[in-house]
C-alpha cells in the first residue's frame, strides 16, 4: 500500500474505488512475478547442484557409463540423441570382440528402437521442442534417462558376449534382440505353431524373452505367449509357469524350446 501512496494523491476521491482494485493487482502482481523467478532460479540451482553430484559420482562407481556419457558430449543435464547414438556404438564395438562387431555391426534400426524404448523424453518434453528444431538428432538425452539406459545397455553387452555365436548367426537370425513385445507378437502372427523369437527384454535388466507361438485355434488365431530367459554366471534359467528351468548354455535352451508346449 505504501508503494501505491504518489499514485494515489493524483486520483479522484470519487474514482479510488474503481483504481485501487488495479493498482493492488499490479502491485501483487510484481510481487509475485519477482518471487517465481526467485523460487525458479534457486530450484535450477539445487537441479545442476544434484546433476553435477550425480555426474560425479557416475566417474568413480560407473567409469564405462560416464566416459559414454561424455563421449555423447553429455553436461550436467542432457546430451544430444545425434551424439548418443555415436556412443553407444563405441560402446559395443568396445565391449565385444572385433568379429562379433564385425559380423553383427548395431544397425540404424535397432539405435532407433534403443531411443524410443528408453531413451526418447515424454512427447512434449525436451525432444518436442527440439525436435520442431532440428529433427530427432538434436533430440535431447537426459542424464536420468541414460542412467536408467546404462543399466539395461549393461545387461545387453554381457548377454551378447555370453551368446556371440548364437547373435552373429544371420541367415537366419537366431536372436532378433532390439525388438519389443508387440513387435514380436505382430511377426508371429501369420507363423506356425512353435515358430520363436529371442529378444532383449526391455523391464528386466539381464534378461531375455522368448516370444513363441503356443497354438492356433479353429479360426487360425495365434496364442503367443512370453518367458523370460534370465542370464546367471551358471547359465539361462527360463520361467516357466510351472516352474524355472536352467540350462548351460542359450544353444541347449533353444534345442529343447519344444518343452514350450
Not at 564385425?102 to 512434449?124: D, H, S, V
Request: hydrophobic share 40%; proline share 3%.
Amino acid at each position: 500500500i505504501e508503494m501505491a501512496a504518489p499514485l494515489l494523491r493524483d486520483i479522484e476521491i470519487n474514482q479510488l474505488t474503481e483504481h485501487i482494485p488495479e493498482i493492488l493487482r499490479n502491485i501483487i502482481g510484481d510481487t509475485l512475478s519477482f518471487s517465481s523467478g526467485a523460487v525458479k532460479s534457486s530450484v535450477e540451482k539445487d537441479v545442476t547442484k544434484k546433476s553435477s553430484s550425480i555426474l560425479s559420482d557416475l566417474r568413480t562407481t560407473q567409469p564405462k557409463a560416464a566416459r559414454m556419457w561424455f563421449n555423447a558430449g553429455g553436461n550436467d543435464h542432457a546430451a544430444l540423441w545425434g551424439n548418443m547414438k555415436h556412443a553407444i556404438i563405441e560402446s559395443y564395438n568396445s565391449s565385444l570382440p572385433r568379429m562379433t562387431c564385425q559380423l553383427r555391426p548395431l544397425t540404424n534400426l535397432e539405435l532407433e528402437y534403443m531411443y524410443n524404448n528408453k531413451l526418447a523424453c515424454i512427447a512434449g518434453g525436451l525432444n518436442g521442442a527440439a525436435g520442431a528444431a532440428g529433427g530427432k538428432e538434436a533430440a535431447s538425452v537426459t542424464l536420468n534417462k541414460f542412467l536408467s539406459f546404462y543399466s539395461w545397455w549393461k545387461g545387453v553387452l554381457q548377454i551378447i558376449a555370453a551368446v556371440q555365436d548364437l547373435w552373429c548367426k544371420n541367415n537366419p537370425v537366431k536372436i532378433d534382440g532390439f525388438l519389443s513385445r508387440e513387435q514380436a507378437e505382430l511377426k508371429l502372427k501369420q507363423c506356425v505353431v512353435g515358430t520363436f523369437i529371442i529378444r532383449f527384454s526391455l523391464s528386466k535388466t539381464s534378461n531375455l524373452a522368448i516370444s513363441w507361438v503356443n497354438s492356433m485355434n479353429e479360426e487360425n488365431v495365434r496364442k503367443i505367449q512370453h518367458f523370460l530367459v534370465e542370464r546367471r554366471s551358471s547359465g539361462f534359467v527360463i520361467a516357466f509357469p510351472t516352474g524355472a528351468v536352467m540350462y548351460l548354455s542359450l544353444e541347449k535352451l533353444v534345442h529343447n524350446l519344444k518343452k514350450l508346449e
